[in-house]
């Protein structure tokens, strides 16, 4: 399997966060950092890097203004709520301290001395699936302390209005086959939508980039949950197999869940709905910071529509 190319922010240099930011992870480490390592990927023009004392205590801090991005503090606000209400445990980077004036957010954290997964490595690939998988089952019936819109109501709202109303521009970004069925694969998504049964609590960005292994015990760890949300207890191991969604390996991995007719047909009506929206989303402009948003957005479209169009037998 080929990892395909991955999205990265323009990040801030961590010497560029306001002095009181720096001094307050100075403050929560008991000692000036002397050493700091930029942590560069990941789709945000966040500031992330490790930093380090001289006594060797250390952290990975995140942190964010919203003259960077708009919408990037407010997801930190609802990461930083998430992980003050989740159990520690192995899987998870432990949340440290956070801080917020009002403009600025950050985030300390636990630092993961390791580097992201082989996903071309079918024991990494086993690790992390297991591990997905296990999480799903702790975090059943875990409320969601911001509240957030569900994934259906995000469905909902999202996916089908694009499918209601689509610009000229809109319906040049999907494929042929996709555009010529239109109405038919609208209702399908909505039939799908509606047997959506949320029940667990979702990172709901289960990427790459959100993978880290712990590189002693090989232990994966599931990071960023800006994006975290209600939804079904298939998400998580769905969004993880999205890299593949145009080949089988995508359906291998989606039945280690032992799915019903309900579940696979919602699994489908998932990659035909988000797939037409993030073809049309990917048409509009990159957001600061995140200048290969557009790039990412028609490339996991494509991966999804293909996915869609195999699984629907089209």
């Not at 990040?11 to 966060?17: A, C, K, L, S």
């Not at 002095?19 to 950092?33: D, F, K, N, P, T």
Request: hydrophobic letters at 40%.
């Amino acid at each position: 399997m080929e990892w395909r190319g991955r999205p990265a922010g323009v990040r801030i240099p961590y010497g560029e966060v306001p002095a009181e930011i720096r001094g307050w992870v100075e403050g929560e480490l008991g000692g000036e950092v002397t050493d700091v390592t930029p942590r560069v990927g990941g789709m945000s023009p966040a500031a992330a890097a490790t930093v380090q004392t001289a006594d060797g205590e250390r952290a990975f801090v995140k942190a964010v203004g919203p003259d960077i991005n708009p919408d990037t503090a407010s997801h930190f606000r609802h990461e930083c709520r998430v992980l003050m209400t989740l159990a520690s445990v192995s899987y998870r980077a432990d949340l440290l301290a956070t801080y917020d004036d009002g403009e600025w957010v950050a985030i300390m954290l636990e630092d993961i001395d390791g580097g992201h997964p082989d996903l071309d490595d079918p024991a990494d690939q086993a690790r992390v699936l297991a591990v997905v998988q296990e999480q799903t089952r702790e975090l059943l019936g875990t409320p969601d302390p911001s509240r957030q819109p569900t994934i259906a109501e995000l469905a909902s709202t999202l996916w089908l209005s694009a499918l209601d109303n689509p610009s000229a521009e809109d319906l040049a970004s999907l494929p042929g086959w996709y555009r010529d069925r239109r109405d038919e694969l609208r209702a399908f998504t909505a039939a799908g939508i509606a047997l959506f049964v949320e029940d667990t609590f979702c990172n709901f960005d289960v990427r790459y980039d959100n993978l880290l292994i712990r590189p002693r015990s090989r232990q994966p760890v599931i990071v960023d949950w800006g994006q975290s949300r209600i939804g079904p207890r298939w998400i998580d191991t769905l969004v993880f197999g999205l890299d593949w969604a145009d080949q089988t390996v995508f359906d291998e991995v989606v039945g280690t869940l032992d799915l019903d007719t309900d579940e696979e047909h919602a699994v489908t009506a998932f990659l035909t709905g988000f797939g037409g929206r993030l073809a049309m989303m990917a048409t509009q402009p990159a957001p600061p910071g995140l200048p290969r948003l557009p790039e990412f957005r028609r490339d996991v479209a494509a991966r999804c529509l293909a996915g869609a169009r195999r699984r629907l037998g089209l």
